[in-house]
């Protein structure tokens, strides 16, 4: 899992660690294997872990009164996530996190890593960037909404992910841009038209 690359990949993440501090905050974590379609969090559980994404898929959503679920966010390979109802507010989580494909997770229990963080200093830098990324993650999501039209932010989605129509499914894609499955399909159909 700490191939040459990847050890490349996390120290020019982390640019305050050196390759023994990175030994130790993986000391931390712990693999998590979950297979296609499996819950990692349960909608009202409490999980105060932080999960990176090695490989696979992760969906977060919730159920409207009607019924009809409602993507909030995919995550994928090299990104951080977590319930942040859980880990800031120790509060229940209101959605559910599943994997949409096998997925390979290394979680950190949020509180020893705040523990490790809080007693060596040269992981202050870390736990900024951490926290730093997950709310940069739900900012831009806001933002989309506000500034972007559906098909600019269908756009935005493949510009950063182009694999992701292959992976996940076009009613999971529709909820999560705030649209319906057939305004995906016009969408789709104006782009190609287009070309």
Same mark, same amino acid.
């Given at each position: 899992?700490?191939? #040459?690359? *990847?050890? *490349? ?7 305050? @660690? ?6 130790? @905050?993986?000391?931390?974590?712990? =693999? ?11 909608? &009202? &559980?409490?999980?105060r872990k /932080?999960?990176?994404?090695?490989? &696979?898929?992760?969906r977060s959503?919730?159920?409207? +009164? $009607? ?16 319930s942040r109802? %859980?880990? /800031?507010? %120790?509060?229940?989580? +209101? ?6 494909? +096998?997925?390979? /997770? ?40 506000? @500034? @972007?039209? +559906? ?8 510009? #950063? =992910?182009?694999?992701?129509? $292959? ?10 841009? &705030?649209?319906?499955?057939?305004? /995906? ?11």
């Amino acid at each position: 899992m700490l191939n #040459e690359e *990847k050890i *490349k990949f996390y120290l020019d993440t982390f640019k305050t @660690l050196r390759f023994e501090d990175l030994v130790k @905050l993986f000391a931390l974590a712990r =693999k998590r294997e979950l297979a296609a379609g499996a819950t990692y969090i349960k909608q &009202g &559980g409490l999980h105060r872990k /932080l999960a990176y994404v090695v490989e &696979g898929l992760i969906r977060s959503y919730t159920f409207k +009164p $009607n019924g009809d679920e409602a993507t909030l966010q995919l995550y994928w390979e090299d990104q951080f996530f977590a319930s942040r109802h %859980n880990v /800031l507010f %120790n509060e229940p989580s +209101p959605f559910i996190f599943e994997a949409l494909e +096998p997925t390979t /997770l290394l979680e950190v229990d949020f509180d020893e890593m705040q523990t490790l963080l809080d007693t060596h200093i040269q992981y202050a830098p870390s736990r900024t960037f951490i926290l730093s990324t997950m709310l940069a993650q739900s900012m831009d999501r806001v933002e989309s909404f506000i @500034l @972007l039209s +559906p098909e600019e932010r269908y756009r935005k989605l493949l510009a #950063e =992910k182009p694999d992701i129509i $292959n992976r996940v499914a076009d009613k999971h894609i529709a909820t999560m841009l &705030g649209i319906t499955p057939v305004s /995906l399909s016009r969408i789709r159909r104006r782009m190609a038209g287009r070309h």
